[in-house]
């Protein structure tokens, strides 16, 4: 459907923001009572520096408050360490870690910036793991409401949007992000029982946050992109809407309708890894959905149909972020169509727009984009990266936003990954997303100094003209 460009689309409140996530940021992993997180033990490559040091945002809080206030940021998504918190995962608060935190939020709201606040981003507590297995036991059902109900307790009177867990569909698929290895019996079947109960934990805070504060607002950050068929061959797009089932709306449909989609349903059944459904646990899931979809939104996939030549291949698995091939359903594809970045992912900012329409038609529920960006081997010079590559990237991601608004969707705002660099996933400090450079290369701690970057000053302009400056 053709855009017709004639109004301006961002309402007055419109969350203009940026977005970090405690493990990738904090460091001081051993400092003031914290306890283990799974993550510590998730080695990068020996060349690249891992998740004890990142940014030092622990030790720099007010020197990044001050330069999120200098950009004007509306908001900031952050998310808190489980383990700072509560060292073992249940059991004996840490005040310190409680009163980092209300320094950060605090000085969020002196700045006039809305706190955006994870409760879970990867960050899972070695104690639960250690007790009792973690996720796939039910026991981590009430150990994360009762976070929760202590994270309500002290920020829920300052803090309005909450995100429950970042990125489940990628947890379950990651075995060390849920302290697991992968090699444990019926591991397949444990990850899906995992992302059962975080399906039951999730119904249960937004019931005790509507509880506790009815005009709060609370909803999970998903991973979210469309999948193109390669062809229009029917089999292709059959393959590309299975992959959109497995991928990405099978977590959407049981958080939002509670109810798990026929398509999932007949993929674990078909594989012996159907998790245990308590009596219950579907009617607290459909009785307690979000107030709101959180997306991050990078890129998008295309699929063809892999036909299951060999039955033994059913069922195994890469052990990487996104199954790349689901033999007998599908195979991910490259889109001819597509730049792509310089780390291999397809640049569509359409997919961004066609990803907020269709979730928007199909749950009727507002949206929040809560990550979106563009990683590069960033060059510091004269203090500064000159990344116009990036700031094309947003500014088509943003068109393609405003589009959808147009449209009719619903949009409370919009942050870019990531406010500065942080330590990526696989690549330390070499993959850079911020707006500010943090001088920190391989295993140098350096002197943690940050640079502003030209797309920070550009995304102070965009702010303070609500958008219309690009
Ligand atoms: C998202 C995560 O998957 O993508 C972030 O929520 C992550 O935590 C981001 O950093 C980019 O991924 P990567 O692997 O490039 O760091």
Redesign the pocket.
Known sequence: MEIKKNKHVFPNDFLWGAST?AI?VEGAIDVDGRGPSVIDDFRLSDKVCDFSVCCDHYHHLEEDLALMAELGLKSYRFSVSWSRIIPKGNGEINEKGLEFYHQLIDGLIEHGIEPVLTIY??DYPKGLVEQYGGWSDRRSIEDFVNFCKILFEEYGSKVRYWLTI??QD?VIRIAPRMGLTGKEPNYHQRRYQANHHMCVATAKAIHLLHQMYPESKIGP?L?YAPVYPITSKPEDVQAASDATSLMFTYLADLQCFGRYPIRLWKYLKDRNWLPIIEKGDMDLMKQNIPDFIAI?Y?TSFSAQYDPLIDKNAMGKDNGD?MALNEPGVYKLAKNPNLPLSS?GLAIDPIGLRLSLEELYERYHLPLMIT?N?L?FKDILEDETVNDDYRIEYYTKHIEAMEDAIETGVELLGYHI??FMD?T????GFR?R?GLIYVNRDNFDLNDMKRYKKKSFYWYKKLIESNGKNR
Do not use: D
Not at 424 to 427: K, P, T
């Open positions: 996530s990738q981003h990867f970042n990125e990628h950050a991973s991050n990078y972020i780390y990550e960006g990683s990954w990531s942080v990526s996933s696989h690549e993959k997303y």
